[in-house]
């Protein structure tokens, strides 16, 4: 008996859709573990139709469309090593989220996922039935277990598997990044070997879909949870994994271990890779923002140049007489550090014409927010105008915290495409801005250095909308807020939670009617990059209707 089992691991970027695509980059992947040899090639979970498709899974004709490429796939993939692929598959009235095992141009073995995933973005439950506990497949000399994503996090299934006559573990995933998720990967299957003694091949997808990115990542342990293989996270790669049988069966040969980056890197990395992603995916080359001189338009604009490169952004100051003379010369000196595009567009023209056109129904009244909701509706308007006619693709800039509480305007500063640092918190952009000012890596298209001057971070944050305006007089201060969001928010806390953590009652109840009442502006906005698992969009679902308050 061959004392060797070579598998090519594909952790690579599917696009959601693309069936034809997604084939293709399947046979690539085949025919590098054909020409090196590999007794099977792996993919990772729904790789055929990209993930997550969600309703797109249940559409009967996009179901018998994957039935055919999975057949073609079969058949071009027939002479060489065994492929195996996740797709949903149809077993009469059943859907299953399915890892199909092609050989010899025909399925040859396919493996049902068990566990349904029904939290966070995963709604595979309300999608999928669940397959029954199965046993393993035979590859060659070999019998190998295929646990599907969420099913490693339960003990049944590898148990089955073991005491069923699986040799080892070959886990294929399609999972999203989120600050926490390495670990509790690392921390389940570490369990799953320790339980059933058998090496486990952790196999992750990359790329953006939505707000979604996922970071590959993917590895391979031995019995007593040791790490053989570290892939780098959030890059392609076509990596050969040798396994060689020993007295006490097989063991996978030490390989790559590549370095994992700090939070700091990874969260900035989710936010480039995720604009860029979902800018591919669309069809956008070119994108434009609002550069205020405040510092999280300055982020996204270091982002967008990070993702795209400095030539395929716009940069557009809207300034009124509330624009300080400060931010005037700190939007004109990003644009410049960052090297893209820099135009100047007053909007006291249109905001005079506005103000006459209203002027016989607002007569006798006071001015309020109305009025500075009028300034920044203009900047939306004048800013999708850009769009339109360059056909470049709106960023919008607000912040985590401004999200939650509703600190911004609705088809005002809210207008746009896409928003980067939609789950990034106020605090975090101060220390993301500085963390990019001192680092740089390949994978950055905008130029080294101190792109964002260290005056935008150090000073008090303000939207400019009436005189001597700042964020502090309608909010508490950013560590405070943020500290009470994340109880609120993040951890679904209670306000006797942020009570218990020091906060005043009164504040933090304020707080939490801020962020129901803005459920609304929420349901309207721009999809963002995924930071954590609190996000706002499928992460977090609350009725627009809701009259509820923690009653404590």
């Not at 080892?168 to 670990?183: H, I, M, Q, T, W």
């Amino acid at each position: 008996m061959a004392d060797r089992f070579r598998i090519t691991l594909g952790q690579l970027n599917p696009t959601v859709g693309d069936l034809a695509g997604n084939a293709d980059l399947a046979r690539k992947a085949w025919a590098a573990g054909r020409d090196a040899g590999a007794d099977l090639v792996a993919l990772p979970e729904m790789f055929i139709t990209g993930y997550n498709a969600q309703d797109l899974w249940m559409r009967r004709a996009f179901q018998l469309d994957v039935a055919r490429h999975i057949e073609a796939l079969a058949a071009d993939c027939a002479d060489g090593p065994a492929l195996a692929i996740g797709a949903p598959w149809v077993e009469g009235a059943s859907l299953y989220n399915a890892y199909l095992i092609l050989k010899g141009g025909r399925i040859a073995s396919q493996v049902l996922k068990h566990h349904l995933p029904n939290d966070t973005v995963f709604d595979e439950l309300r999608i999928f039935d669940a397959g029954p506990l199965g046993g393993p497949y035979s590859v060659g000399n070999s019998r190998v277990g295929s646990p599907i994503c969420e099913d490693i996090w339960h003990e049944d299934v590898a148990e089955t598997l073991a005491e069923t006559g699986a040799e080892f573990l070959l886990v294929p995933n399609g999972s999203p990044y989120d600050r926490a998720k390495f670990e509790t990967r690392l921390n389940h299957t570490v369990a799953r070997v320790v339980e059933t003694g058998l090496p486990l091949i952790y196999l992750n997808m990359v790329g953006g879909q939505d707000d979604q990115v996922f970071d590959g990542a993917s590895f391979a342990l031995n019995p007593g949870g040791q790490l053989a293989v570290q892939l780098p996270l959030f890059e392609e790669a076509i990596t050969h994994v040798d396994l060689e049988r020993t007295g006490a069966g097989w063991r996978v040969v030490d390989g790559e271990k590549a370095p994992r980056p700090d939070a700091w890197e990874q969260d900035y990395c989710v936010m480039v890779t995720a604009l860029r992603e979902y800018c591919r995916k669309t069809g956008f080359g070119k994108v434009l923002l609002g550069l205020s001189g405040g510092v999280d338009s300055a982020l996204v604009a270091a982002i967008a140049v990070d993702a795209l490169g400095a030539e395929n952004v716009r940069c557009v100051m809207l300034p009124s007489e509330y624009t300080s003379q400060a931010s005037l010369e700190d939007a004109e000196e990003i644009a410049k550090a960052l090297g893209c595009r820099y135009d100047y567009v007053p909007i006291s023209g249109p905001r005079a014409a506005v103000t006459d056109a209203l002027a016989p129904l607002f007569e006798g009244l006071e001015a309020d927010l109305t009025e500075e909701n009028i300034q920044s509706r203009l900047r939306g308007l004048l800013l999708m105008a850009l769009s339109n006619k360059f056909g470049e693709m709106l960023l919008t800039t607000g912040n985590k915290s401004e999200v939650a509480v509703g600190y911004a305007t609705i088809y005002g500063d809210m207008a746009g495409g896409y928003n980067p640092i939609k789950d990034l918190y106020k605090t975090r952009v101060f220390e993301t801005c500085r963390w990019r000012n001192a680092n740089h890596r390949a994978w950055m298209q905008g130029p080294e250095g101190a792109v964002i001057p260290a005056r935008v971070i150090d000073k008090p944050p303000s939207a400019e909308l009436r005189a001597d305006q700042k964020d502090s007089d309608s909010l508490p201060d950013y560590p405070d807020l943020d500290a009470m969001l994340e109880i609120l928010v993040d951890r679904a806390g209670s306000i006797e939670d942020c009570v218990a953590a020091g906060f005043d009652r009164d504040v933090a109840k304020t707080v939490e009617h801020l962020i129901y009442i803005s459920e609304y502006k929420r349901f309207q906005s721009a999809p963002g990059a995924r930071l954590t698992d609190g996000a706002f969009w499928l992460d977090r679902r609350y009725p627009i209707v809701n009259r509820w308050r923690d009653p404590s």
